[in-house]
């Protein structure tokens, strides 16, 4: 099943025809063209029960975290063909940046598939909760915040999604300055109080910019909490994709490894986000790190 977003930055129908017809070259391809992300959501479930060898993502973040959402579980493996903005989970998938040369290599793989780490977040609000998963990363408060910010003006995306996104920071980051830190977060044996925390599922925090940004060993789940925010902090962490900041040398950024999980409380409610997504205000917010969380076309060698 390829799902694709007609309104993602690089989507073009001629484009979506050339992929179909690589695909069709090893697959029986069933194209949908759901007219919003639930209708996604709902076709890639219904892929998953019905037994799809393989779900396709065409697209960008937002329409593979949506897919992955709905794969989740299940034996059916997720791959992507990037026509997004950044498309930060096809090039951790091995798969580039350009479209067609990924739908060859997803044909390459010969339905080889392996596993790839997800995060799952466990939301409370006040009438409920949710669980969501995401394929790289999430984030609550200032990082939240900021993506929320960025949406607000989709358009600015296009061509200019990095600038974009650190000018959008830096809006949110006058905001914060000199706000006191209304999240406590733990790992079940340290805590502190912060205004920021990003977790990601890998050892690259690709999404600040176009630029990976390789945090070191240990490879494995990270996450990084911020304690106040201030005008220089904020360039840099705006600026990471740009400037190669050491992330461990800035002041009150902390890093936090081997953890089994994190939960972030906050009060008041604060934003969350998953692979660039908003997914609204919680009072409380458990990340757990699954290693094998989800099952991907084995594109790594192939691309």
């Not at 977003?5 to 129908?13: E, H, I, K, R, V």
């Not at 479209?99 to 060859?104: E, F, G, L, V």
């Not at 972030?264 to 997914?279: I, K, W």
């Amino acid at each position: 099943m390829l799902v694709a977003n007609p309104a993602a930055s690089g989507f073009t129908q001629s484009l979506h025809g050339d992929v179909i017809r690589i695909l069709e070259e090893g697959y029986r391809v069933y194209a949908p063209w759901p007219d919003s992300p639930e209708q996604a959501l709902a076709a890639s479930r219904q892929a998953a029960r019905i037994g799809y060898d393989v779900v396709v993502a065409m697209g960008g973040d937002g329409t593979a975290h949506t897919i992955a959402n709905g794969i989740h579980g299940s034996p059916t493996a997720l791959s992507v063909i990037p026509s997004g903005t950044t498309n930060v989970l096809a090039r951790l998938l091995g798969l580039g940046n350009r479209p067609r040369q990924a739908a060859r290599a997803i044909l390459a793989a010969d339905g080889a598939t392996r596993s790839s780490p997800t995060l799952r977040l466990d939301m409370e609000h006040p009438n409920g909760r949710t669980t969501r998963i995401a394929t790289f990363a999430a984030g609550v408060g200032y990082d939240a915040d900021a993506i929320f910010e960025s949406e607000r003006s989709p358009l600015g995306k296009v061509g200019m999604g990095s600038i974009h996104y650190a000018r959008s920071a830096m809006r949110v980051a006058a905001r914060y300055r000199d706000r006191l830190p209304t999240l406590r977060v733990t790992d079940g044996t340290t805590a502190s109080d912060v205004v920021g925390v990003i977790v990601q599922a890998h050892d690259e925090l690709t999404y600040v910019a176009n630029r990976a940004i390789r945090l070191g060993p240990p490879p494995g789940p990270l996450a990084l909490t911020v304690d106040r925010m201030g005008r220089g902090r904020a360039v840099s962490l705006a600026g990471l994709g740009f400037l190669r900041v050491r992330l461990d040398r800035l002041r009150g950024v902390h890093l936090w490894r081997n953890f089994s999980s994190i939960r972030v409380d906050a009060e008041p409610e604060a934003m969350v986000e998953a692979d660039g997504e908003v997914l609204g205000p919680a009072t409380a917010v458990t990340i757990t790190p699954e290693p094998a969380g989800l099952l991907v076309v084995d594109t790594v060698q192939k691309s």
